[in-house]
């Protein structure tokens, strides 16, 4: 084992840890960092819990005293989380941006699929078993996502003649894309409840990324170059992104 691995490793550390803020109890995700200068906390939205992050050196006592200091932080914020909707039949899911409820047809063949009722409401159609109409939800946004990612970045990659290399899709919450200098773009496939133009908005930023990897002037003028939502987007993720996560999770 590289000397380095053995430095930081904790042998039989626990993953979280207690702490009591009035008469609640709350879990604390523990996640030890090699670049950590100092202890931090955050909330992740959509796993609904507080993590606190230790430096290398950091140990149990310490963060666990942090932890505590903290605790009336920790409910505020938990507390203020918007309210979980799970994939389950009855919830109203906001697939690119339109409300769709999620109606189980149980004896039907297939998967997910979207129809309209002659009333015009959107529904999201989810067939099999009950068990498995979280994951079968899921895996259909994950998919319509990558699709729409895909086809988005394509088209901003040959605008701006760059390359990209893979796409990934996941469930990202300190941000909504990230690009690497050898072409790998990473989104959240939440961004498929939003609408349309913030997904287009959130593809063209890391695209641009292939030509200016950093947050300059130059950068912005890039995606402003290649995007005419850039602000409307912006706006609409300040005001409603973190709502994004509430979907498919349980309180």
Same mark, same amino acid.
């Given at each position: 084992?590289?000397?380095?691995?053995?430095?930081?490793?904790?042998?039989a /550390?626990?993953?979280?840890?207690?702490?009591k803020?009035?008469?609640?109890?709350f879990?604390i995700?523990?996640?030890r960092?090699?670049r950590?200068?100092?202890?931090?906390?955050?909330?992740?939205?959509?796993?609904?819990?507080a993590?606190?992050?230790?430096?290398p050196?950091?140990?149990l006592?310490?963060a666990?005293?942090?932890?505590?200091?903290?605790g009336?932080w920790?409910?505020a914020?938990?507390?203020r989380?918007?309210?979980?909707?799970?994939?389950?039949p009855?919830?109203?899911?906001?697939?690119?941006?339109?409300?769709?409820?999620?109606?189980?047809?149980?004896?039907?063949?297939?998967t997910?699929?979207?129809?309209?009722?002659?009333?015009?409401?959107?529904?999201l159609?989810?067939?099999? /078993?009950?068990?498995?109409?979280d994951?079968?939800?899921?895996?259909?946004?994950? #998919?319509?996502?990558?699709?729409?990612?895909?086809?988005?970045?394509?088209?901003?990659?040959?605008?701006l003649?760059? #390359?990209?290399?893979?796409?990934?899709? #996941?469930?990202?919450s300190?941000?909504w894309?990230?690009?690497?200098?050898?072409?790998?773009?990473?989104?959240s496939?939440?961004?498929?409840l939003?609408?349309?133009y913030?997904?287009?908005?959130?593809a063209?930023?890391?695209?641009?990324?292939?030509?200016?990897?950093?947050?300059?002037?130059?950068?912005?003028?890039?995606?402003?170059?290649?995007?005419?939502?850039?602000?409307?987007?912006?706006?609409?993720l300040?005001?409603?992104g973190?709502?994004?996560h509430?979907?498919?999770?349980?309180?």
């Amino acid at each position: 084992m590289a000397f380095r691995a053995l430095l930081y490793r904790r042998p039989a /550390e626990p993953l979280t840890l207690a702490v009591k803020h009035g008469s609640q109890i709350f879990s604390i995700r523990l996640r030890r960092h090699r670049r950590a200068r100092r202890y931090t906390l955050r909330i992740h939205p959509s796993d609904r819990e507080a993590i606190l992050t230790m430096p290398p050196r950091g140990t149990l006592i310490d963060a666990k005293d942090f932890a505590q200091r903290h605790g009336a932080w920790i409910a505020a914020r938990l507390g203020r989380l918007p309210k979980a909707e799970p994939f389950q039949p009855g919830t109203v899911v906001p697939l690119r941006g339109t409300p769709h409820r999620i109606v189980h047809r149980a004896g039907v063949r297939g998967t997910v699929w979207t129809e309209t009722r002659d009333s015009g409401d959107k529904i999201l159609c989810v067939a099999g /078993e009950g068990e498995h109409i979280d994951r079968r939800i899921h895996d259909f946004l994950k #998919r319509e996502a990558r699709k729409d990612l895909q086809k988005a970045s394509q088209y901003y990659a040959e605008t701006l003649n760059v #390359r990209v290399k893979r796409i990934s899709i #996941r469930d990202q919450s300190s941000r909504w894309g990230s690009c690497t200098s050898a072409g790998s773009l990473s989104f959240s496939w939440r961004l498929i409840l939003a609408p349309p133009y913030v997904l287009d908005y959130l593809a063209a930023h890391e695209v641009a990324h292939l030509v200016e990897m950093n947050h300059s002037a130059k950068f912005w003028k890039v995606v402003a170059k290649i995007c005419g939502a850039v602000e409307r987007a912006k706006t609409w993720l300040d005001t409603h992104g973190n709502d994004l996560h509430r979907y498919g999770v349980q309180d």
